[in-house]
């Protein structure tokens, strides 16, 4: 009997600590989305290589918009945010000048196409792909 009360008394506070933990996720990815609107942020890492340009940024704004600059051109389009810190960019636009260097744009573009999840942690972000290391990193711009 007194084996049946412990395993009981286990039981409830598993189930507990589960919803605490859903309860707890959901209101994480709330507050991302709360924090990530009318954002900006500056690209300080694209593929493992620091970025020492000031010209790179991203900004989230209301009704799912985003909008690039990427040194050259500007670029635009959706996102989308889904459970579990995961994000999708969609209807990616750009102007099309040409530039003198165009590899850090192009690579960005292709990061924006890419990325399936983000990391927010204070004032950094990262675009990640699964579970490999970060695409592209962003510094919150205050």
Do not use: H
């Not at 192009?106 to 890419?114: D, G, R, S």
Request: hydrophobic letters at 40%; one cysteine or more; aromatic letters at 8%.
């Amino acid at each position: 009997m007194k084996n049946i009360l412990i395993l009981a008394t286990a039981v409830i506070l598993l189930s507990c600590s589960c919803n605490k933990s859903t309860k707890q996720a959901a209101t994480s990815t709330s507050e991302t989305t709360n924090t990530m609107l009318k954002t900006k942020w500056k690209l300080v890492e694209l593929n493992g290589k620091k970025i020492a340009s000031d010209k790179f940024f991203i900004d989230f704004f209301e009704a799912n918009r985003f909008s690039a600059f990427a040194g050259c051109n500007n670029m635009g389009g959706e996102y989308e945010l889904k459970e579990g810190n995961r994000i999708q960019f969609s209807k990616v636009m750009s102007t099309m000048m040409a530039c003198a260097d165009m590899q850090t744009e192009q690579e960005l573009a292709a990061v924006l196409e890419k990325a399936d999840n983000f990391s927010q942690y204070g004032n950094t972000m990262s675009l990640n792909k699964a579970k490999m290391a970060p695409l592209a990193r962003f510094e919150l711009v205050k």
